[in-house]
């Protein structure tokens, strides 16, 4: 939810921050801005444009800017309507001053009506344009009462220059007013901070949404994210909560909201920045949709032993009997994510035996869930920002829960609180439509699932075995079943894209792909999409049905789970409800089952596997699906309107 990229050194500083902008558009997109300094210029030269980078690139190309030293924001508007007006970076009442902010600022009414009685004079709907006010009021009152103590001092001969600006040049530097002015702000901020009084350098701080730093040979990058600056180095800083950087041509300083000075601490980042590239594919989703073979992989990889099947999972910073004493398993997530909760659910259950609840992060703490200190907390989120479940996981610890995270993204804001983090192995995932994060949280969960039950013993050697192999055959699997597929679910996509509503259905494991299916389509086609569980269509969904009504059902089984054959016969009893009604059925299931084939007009097929994993190569289809339909309606796949890939607001 909107990206900041920053650049000090020698080399033209638009080039930079566009192209790390264009990196980091999939945090929001709704307008586009950036500062630039220019030496010998009293203000900061600005350029702003609603709408996507585009069109900046075009006021850019226009109006060019040249300087060395910037800050760029992309935005995804909460206060205030998408308007060039409204974009980022927004400036102070002597221009002086600009700021770009991700986050909220909860008081800013407050801080508003303060500054306007103050005489500042605002030109936004926004909350941020309040935070270059008040910094500006900060400089001018230390100035002003410099100036008052050194009247009575030496009457008649002020210390600052009365002909610059608006008739006072500031007595603190910049990262003083920044370190006063934060301190009156409430709610979550990840900011950069120029002033042309102040050339070459910018000031970062962070309290809540994510903040990175760059360090170059001689030159400094800031942003809200890796991507947006890995081209340039590899030496990356994480920003943490409550803290402060200031970036100059001599290099970085970090201090806390109060000066003190803390070390600087570079992580050399291994990824590839091409991980963060579409790579030939049209698509960022795309692309993500073909590398969850590869993400699967990765998230097993070192915690799983084929030898003695056991899982490997130190990283969650539990102590066994923590596991073996919890009474059950707390799980909070949105979105996508709580779709993979939903489907851990099931696998928790059924493989440790420990009663598991899954909540919307963002109900969960107006349910008022009653404190159990053995009941475990576990946050699902691929980012690890999401304003929601960092806010479960408050209230989680608040009522005595340790908390585990499962999280995508290294040191991510949900990982500082939890006792520990299963990583998801996923790589940078760029489309606002969650594909191979999904498929590896889903094996994070198996993997936890596997684990925690050997803790309590509920399962023999053998039996973990078998599940830590049928596992590792799943990449395979999905790699051999995207090139048989693809060419189906595309062509399925031609005769579907028109269809105005869909239903997904499902039973047991299979609901939460449906649900994931209905969401992947509505988020990136725009068309009306509902994930139901099959049998609950008699209550009520039936009504819904008629020959336009296109009805995706996981129709999947595992030939050698009873429980499986009996879910499958159940669900083959709704599809027939709904063909019976002449709704026109897509069947996902297992090679070599016939008897779907004869009842429905289409089957994708998808490779057999245990009944738990069947989730991970079933939402492959509904994902090729979604994508495909997008791609025909011409939709914005990778950027669909009014989203933003992380979502750092309640
Ligand atoms: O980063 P998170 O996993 O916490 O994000 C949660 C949701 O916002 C996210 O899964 C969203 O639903 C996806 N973009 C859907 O594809």
Not at 233 to 260: H, P, W, Y
């Given at each position: ?152 001092e030496t009457a008649g001969a002020p210390s600052f220059d009365r002909s610059v600006g608006q ?321 189906q679910c595309e062509e399925l996509a031609r005769s579907f894209s028109h269809a105005r509503d ?86 996902i299931a297992v090679e070599g089952q016939e008897d779907i084939a004869q009842l429905v007009e ?49």
């Amino acid at each position: 939810m909107c990206g900041i990229v920053g650049y000090v050194g020698s080399k033209e500083v638009v080039p930079v921050i566009l192209e790390g902008l264009r990196r980091l558009e999939y945090r929001g997109y709704d307008s586009a801005g950036i500062a630039v300094g220019t030496e010998g210029q009293a203000t900061l030269s600005v350029r702003r444009a609603p709408g996507k980078l585009r069109n900046i690139e075009q006021v850019l190309r226009d109006h060019p800017l040249h300087g060395t030293y910037g800050i760029g924001h992309t935005r995804w508007a909460t206060h205030g309507r998408p308007t060039e007006e409204n974009a980022h970076p927004h400036r102070d009442c002597t221009g002086r001053i600009v700021v770009v902010h991700n986050g909220i600022v909860e008081n800013y009414l407050e801080l508003k009506r303060e500054l306007t009685a103050q005489g500042h004079v605002f030109v936004t709907e926004t909350d941020t344009e309040i935070i270059a006010h008040l910094i500006e009021q900060i400089q001018k009152e230390s100035s002003l009462q410099k100036e008052s103590s050194a009247h009575s001092e030496t009457a008649g001969a002020p210390s600052f220059d009365r002909s610059v600006g608006q008739g006072w040049v500031p007595t603190i530097p910049l990262e003083a007013a920044v370190r006063q002015a934060v301190k009156r702000l409430t709610g979550a901020f990840a900011l950069g901070v120029l002033s042309s009084l102040e050339p070459d350098k910018i000031i970062a701080a962070r309290f809540g949404p994510p903040v990175v730093l760059g360090i170059g040979e001689g030159e400094y990058f800031v942003a809200s994210d890796v991507p947006g600056i890995l081209h340039h180095t590899r030496n990356i800083v994480f920003l943490n909560d409550g803290e402060m950087a200031i970036l100059t041509l001599g290099g970085v300083q970090i201090t806390d909201f109060e000066g003190k000075s803390l070390p600087v601490k570079p992580q050399r980042i291994l990824w590839d920045p091409i991980q963060a590239e579409k790579g030939g594919y049209k698509h960022f989703m795309l692309k993500e949709i073909w590398e969850q073979p590869r993400a699967i992989r990765d998230t097993t990889l070192g915690r799983i032993s084929l030898d003695s099947g056991q899982v490997f999972l130190a990283e969650m910073g539990l102590k066994p009997e923590d596991l073996a004493q919890a009474t059950s398993i707390n799980i909070a997530a949105c979105g996508t994510s709580w779709h993979a909760a939903l489907a851990g659910k099931y696998i928790i259950e059924r493989l440790a035996r420990l009663p598991v609840e899954v909540d919307y992060a963002s109900e969960y703490r107006y349910r008022g869930p009653i404190a159990d200190p053995n009941a475990l907390g576990l946050l699902i989120t691929q980012s690890g920002e999401t304003a929601d479940t960092l806010a479960a996981q408050r209230e989680m610890i608040a009522l005595g829960s340790k908390t585990v995270a499962i999280c995508n993204v290294v040191g991510a804001m949900i990982t500082r609180d939890a006792s520990g983090t299963i990583y998801t192995h996923a790589g940078p995932e760029i489309g606002v439509a969650s594909t191979k994060a999904f498929t590896s949280q889903i094996t994070a969960l198996f993997l936890f699932a596997l684990h925690l039950a050997q803790v309590r013993g509920q399962l023999t050697t053998a039996e973990s075995m078998a599940l830590v192999e049928e596992l590792s055959r799943i990449p395979t699997k999905i790699e051999e079943m995207l090139k048989r597929i693809s060419a189906q679910c595309e062509e399925l996509a031609r005769s579907f894209s028109h269809a105005r509503d869909f239903l997904y259905l499902g039973r047991g494991i299979h609901f939460p792909i449906a649900l994931e299916g209905a969401l992947k389509l509505k988020e990136i086609s725009y068309i009306h999409a509902e994930g139901y569980p099959a049998g609950e269509m008699k209550h009520g969904p039936n009504a819904l049905i008629d020959e336009t009504l296109p009805v995706v059902v996981l129709a999947t089984q595992d030939h050698t789970d009873s429980g499986s054959r009996l879910r499958y016969e159940k669900t083959l009893s709704n599809v027939q409800e709904v063909t019976a009604r002449s709704g026109r059925v897509i069947a996902i299931a297992v090679e070599g089952q016939e008897d779907i084939a004869q009842l429905v007009e289409h089957v994708i097929s998808i490779p057999k596997a245990p009944e738990l994993l069947l989730p991970l190569l079933e939402i492959v289809p509904l994902q090729l699906l979604a994508y495909h339909i997008a791609v025909r309606r011409g939709c914005d796949v990778d950027q669909p309107r009014n989203l933003a890939k992380s979502v750092t607001v309640e």
